[in-house]
């Protein structure tokens, strides 16, 4: 499967802890996105990189959320000191260089904050 | 914050009939898509319109899009038991910015 993949697909932790998701985009695209998810809603958008440059970021991702791309291939996504309310699914998403053209999600990493 | 609404929120029918969804949306925009989540797929990307196209067609689906009244609908053909799930619109807003902005969907329910 050369689709998006992410990792964990689930994550149960206790409040206060951190926690850490990996995605890895189609290889030939540069742009990576992550959005978050609550159950009946629609993704909402965290950040947005264009290749290893973090180019956007949304004012839901606060201090205690960092992302990064390294290497402009896989991207990482920390949540430091979970709260209950950080409990959602994180989606990772990948686009072609073209802008503003269709993304490709990964299935996904479940997290809940207990 | 989500850019829009679809309308309705939830939607019942049998197989084989027409199945239509609204959105509308805020701002201006480059474009608007649509997505269908279910639980063994996730997000799939089903259709792309331009700011500057009125209607699309992609198999079963049709899309259209009034900018003026920033809305679109989309509606699915001859609808079949596995087009059950959630269906979003999204946009990619004017200017600079590239990350997508989600309504909160429309569940479909296709009736066998």
């Known amino acids: 499967d050369t689709g998006v993949s992410q990792d964990p697909r689930h994550k149960i932790t206790k409040r206060g802890q951190n926690v850490t998701f990996r995605c890895d985009p189609i290889?030939?695209?540069?742009?990576l996105y992550w959005y978050r998810q609550t159950l009946g809603q629609g993704p909402e958008f965290l950040t947005y990189?264009?290749?290893?440059?973090?180019?956007?970021k949304s004012r839901l991702l606060s201090d205690r959320f960092s992302a990064e791309r390294p290497k402009g291939s896989f991207s990482t996504l920390e949540i430091q000191r979970t709260e209950q309310g950080d409990s959602a699914m994180y989606l990772c998403?990948?686009?072609?260089?073209?802008?503003?053209?269709?993304?490709?999600f990964g299935q996904g990493t479940r997290l809940t904050v207990v | 914050s989500q850019q829009g609404e679809e309308d309705p929120q939830a939607l019942s029918i049998q197989e084989g009939e027409n199945a239509t969804m609204n959105c509308s949306y805020k701002?201006?925009?480059?474009?608007l898509q649509w997505y269908r989540q279910n639980s063994g797929r996730g997000l799939v990307h089903l259709i792309l319109i331009r700011s500057n196209e009125r209607e699309k067609h992609s198999g079963r689906l049709r899309v259209t899009l009034d900018t003026s009244k920033k809305s679109s609908s989309l509606l699915i053909t001859a609808s079949r038991a596995a087009d059950t799930a959630s269906y979003f619109c999204?946009?990619?807003?004017?200017?600079?910015?590239?990350?997508?902005?989600f309504g909160k969907g429309t569940h479909l329910i296709i009736q066998p």
């Open positions: 998403a990948s686009s072609p260089a073209s802008p503003k053209t269709e993304a490709f």
């Open positions: 999204a946009t990619i807003p004017g200017g600079g910015a590239d990350g997508l902005t």
């Open positions: 990189f264009q290749n290893e440059a973090q180019l956007e």
């Open positions: 290889s030939e695209h540069n742009r």
């Open positions: 701002t201006s925009i480059n474009n």
